[in-house]
């Protein structure tokens, strides 16, 4: 069983840079892709960023590309999320996610092609 353990969130000012880490508990740690994901108050957790984890091709959504960057470390286990010029709707608990079992991308973007989930950190944005 993998354990994803996040951390780095914070409240930080409008404009300003976050780095999430993501470290997975397993020896073996080799899923296709990894993932982050986030959910605002009231509303469904939505794809953000995903690095798939042989070649690294990344993939963002459209409301974060240019401003967040996914990187991963095989070594260390641990994918990040760079986040630069934070805006209040980026506030939200941010997941991390491996995919486990191939489902014909290595950059999946939909919360059912991952297999295991961190517990969140929570980003806040203040204006």
């Known amino acids: 069983q993998v354990q994803l353990v996040e951390s780095g969130g914070g409240l930080v000012q409008v404009g300003e840079s976050l780095r999430l880490s993501c470290t997975a508990s397993?020896?073996?740690?080799?899923?296709?892709?990894a993932g982050w994901f986030r959910q605002a108050p009231g509303k469904e957790r939505e794809f953000i960023a995903t690095?798939?984890?042989?070649?690294?091709?990344?993939r963002y959504a459209d409301s974060v590309k240019g401003r967040f960057t996914v990187s991963r470390d095989n070594a260390k286990n641990t994918v990040y999320l760079q986040m630069n010029s934070l805006k209040s709707e980026d506030t939200g608990v941010y997941y991390c996610?491996?995919?486990?079992?191939?489902?014909?991308?290595?950059?999946?973007?939909?919360?059912?092609?991952?297999?295991?989930w961190g517990q969140g950190t929570q980003v806040t944005v203040s204006s």
């Open positions: 690095i798939g984890w042989e070649l690294g091709r990344t």
């Open positions: 996610a491996a995919n486990a079992a191939w489902r014909g991308t290595t950059t999946p973007t939909r919360r059912d092609e991952y297999d295991y």
């Open positions: 397993a020896r073996s740690f080799s899923p296709h892709a």
